[in-house]
């Protein structure tokens, strides 16, 4: 079993930066691809950056260029740089990885950008 816990979240004004973290225990997650998620009050979830276990990464279009996922396969925990940040930024920010077909989620972080 795999528990992930995402931290780094609060409230910033619009053009801020904040970095999320996901730690993940239970057992390493080095060999696994690593993907935050937000979802926005009454949006769907949405994919926000991806980052495979030799750290090649993938960003949604309108996070590119501001955005940036890492990884410390070390200390079993990720990273989502976020700079230049907007309102419509505004979500609960997932972590989630895929391990044998099942999803595992944290309990998601909130980011709050005032206009």
């Known amino acids: 079993q795999v528990q992930l816990v995402e931290s780094g979240g609060g409230l910033v004004q619009s053009g801020g930066s904040l970095r999320l973290s996901c730690t993940a225990s239970?057992?390493?997650?080095?060999?696994?691809?690593m993907n935050w998620y937000r979802q926005a009050p009454g949006k769907q979830r949405e994919l926000v950056a991806t980052?495979?276990?030799?750290?090649?990464?993938n960003y949604h279009d309108s996070m590119k260029g501001r955005f940036t996922i890492s990884r410390d396969n070390a200390k079993n925990t990720g990273f989502l740089q976020m700079n230049s940040l907007k309102p419509e930024d505004t979500a609960i920010y997932y972590c989630?990885?895929?391990?044998?077909?099942?999803?595992?989620w944290g309990q998601g972080t909130q980011v709050t950008v005032s206009g």
């Open positions: 989630n990885l895929v391990i044998a077909w099942k999803n595992y």
């Open positions: 239970g057992n390493s997650v080095s060999i696994y691809t």
């Open positions: 980052i495979t276990s030799d750290g090649n990464t």
